[in-house]
Nanobody, 123 residues
Framework: QVQLVESGGGLVQPGGSLRLSCEASGSTLHDSAIGWFRQAPGKEREGVAGIDLSDEGTYYASSVKDRFTISRDNSRDNAKNTVYLQMNSLKPEDTAVYYC????????????WGKGTLVTVSS
């Protein structure tokens, strides 16, 4: 079983930055992928960024590449990982609920989901 808890959302002005955190715990994480998804009102869920925990390969949606960075904090406790999403140069269209997810592969192999954190980009 995997547990995911997101934090770090909030209100930010256009051009600003936020860092989201996802605390992931669970005994099956070692060879998993963790990703960030977002869903804006009236839109489909979008895979934003993902990281492979086995080789730390990263993946980005074209809409956020060069503005968002996904990274992990290696924990000495192999059952826990913290994954960050650094978001820079934020735009109003980045406004959405951001979800952390884990599974066998990003973006289509996600089996576990957090509850989400709201990011609002507005002046």
């Amino acid at each position: 079983q995997v547990q995911l808890v997101e934090s770090g959302g909030g209100l930010v002005q256009p051009g600003g930055s936020l860092r989201l955190s996802c605390e992931a715990s669970g005994s099956t994480l070692h060879d998993s992928a963790i990703g960030w998804f977002r869903q804006a009102p009236g839109k489909e869920r979008e895979g934003v960024a993902g990281i492979d925990l086995s080789d730390e390969g990263t993946y980005y949606a074209s809409s956020v590449k060069d503005r968002f960075t996904i990274s992990r904090d290696n924990s000495r406790d192999n059952a826990k990982n913290t994954v960050y999403l650094q978001m820079n140069s934020l735009k109003p269209e980045d406004t959405a609920v951001y979800y952390c997810a884990a599974g066998t592969g990003f973006p289509y192999g996600m089996n576990y989901w957090g509850k989400g954190t709201l990011v609002t980009v507005s002046s």
